[in-house]
């Protein structure tokens, strides 16, 4: 048996891409992913329990409430799941490395393409969350934290990226309203998997940022998957961030990845770029293959 990774969070979106993209990506590992089923974590001491058992050589944390209007709704699970499971996993992982997914959300968007350093001013409750629980696990010296933002890929029950989000909505006969004034640097899950495992198995601790390489409103990403998806075919309407209810939400979340790329053996490409790539190919857009 090689070394033990931890995947938490492997019925999510992202944790399922880096269990399934394993064997590939880290082959030496023997990777177990724990969905909420096998790691519930507001269950202090069975998750204790479990992560002492497991012996873990490394743990990669996607477990989360990750929808911001839940953490807005229910701020005080968002607070127990997003910050206090987090830290006492990372107490629990204190003499290994521990990889914590946490998110742009942490900026006010106000200014766009942040670098590591920036000021982070997070706007929305979850934004709170994430940036609480990224200063308690970067006290450890050992650990790592990676910002992403916006990921295509399915998901088991095809309810977690925002393509299946668009999607659904389409499918209920409604239309998708897409802001053009709001901001992302998109990536697919497989893309976010492998630069994680790579990123995992460097033991370059600290804080990165991960997101494509391209800045795209969320009308150009619309348009940019209509090829591929009939059903939004008449279906994609413009908005304006303006009229937005709801959580508040940063206007432009594109991240500097520079220093994560220098670690990586591959480009972080933009979304569009990576799409056609995908088209030359012929393959199923997200399935678990190379990027
Ligand atoms: N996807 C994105 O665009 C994005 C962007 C920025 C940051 N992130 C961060 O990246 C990480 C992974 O995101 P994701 O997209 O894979 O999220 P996801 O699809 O929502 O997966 C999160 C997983 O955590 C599980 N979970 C929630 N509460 C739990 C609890 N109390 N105990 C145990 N498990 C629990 C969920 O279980 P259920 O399946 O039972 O709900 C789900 O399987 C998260 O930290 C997220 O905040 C994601």
Redesign the pocket.
């Known amino acids: 048996m090689g070394p033990r990774a931890i995947v938490?969070?492997?019925?999510?979106?992202?944790?399922?891409y880096l269990v399934r993209t394993a064997p590939r990506w880290a082959p030496d590992l023997e990777v177990q992913g724990l969905?909420?089923?096998k790691?519930?974590?507001?269950e202090t001491l069975k998750m204790e329990a479990r992560i002492r058992a497991l012996k873990p050589d490394l743990l990669i944390?996607?477990?989360?409430?990750?929808?911001i209007n839940a953490c807005e709704q229910d701020p005080d699970l968002a607070r127990?799941?997003?910050v206090e499971?987090t830290v006492h996993l990372a107490h629990l992982c204190n003499e290994i490395p521990f990889v914590?997914?946490?998110?742009?959300?942490v900026f006010d968007g106000a200014r766009g393409w942040y670098r590591e350093g920036d000021e982070a001013n997070p706007v929305n409750f979850?934004g709170k969350t994430?940036l609480e629980a990224e200063q308690r696990v970067l006290q450890n010296p050992r650990h790592t934290v990676v910002?992403?933002?916006?990921?295509a890929g399915t998901?088991?029950n095809g309810d977690?990226?925002?393509v299946e989000d668009m999607c659904r909505t389409a499918k209920a006969g409604k239309n998708v309203t897409l802001y053009v004034d709001e901001f992302r640097c998109?990536l697919p899950?497989v893309v976010i998997a492998r630069a994680i495992w790579e990123l995992a198995r460097c033991e370059r601790p600290g804080l990165y940022h991960l997101g494509g390489s391209e800045r795209l409103s969320r009308w150009e990403m619309g348009q940019a998957l209509l090829p591929w998806y009939p059903e939004l075919e008449g279906r994609l309407e413009r908005g304006s961030a303006q009229n937005h209810t709801g959580a508040p939400r940063p206007a432009d979340l594109s991240l500097r990845c520079d220093k994560l790329q220098g670690l990586l053996s591959f480009r972080i490409p933009g979304f569009c770029e990576w799409l056609a790539r995908r088209s030359q190919r012929g393959r199923d857009l997200w399935d678990y293959a190379s990027p």
């Open positions: 938490t969070g492997a019925a999510g979106l992202i944790g399922r969905s909420r089923a790691l519930e974590l507001t944390h996607c477990a989360a409430l990750s929808r127990r799941i997003n499971a914590f997914l946490s998110s742009g959300e979850y994430k910002r992403i933002v916006l990921t998901s088991r977690r990226s925002f998109p899950a």
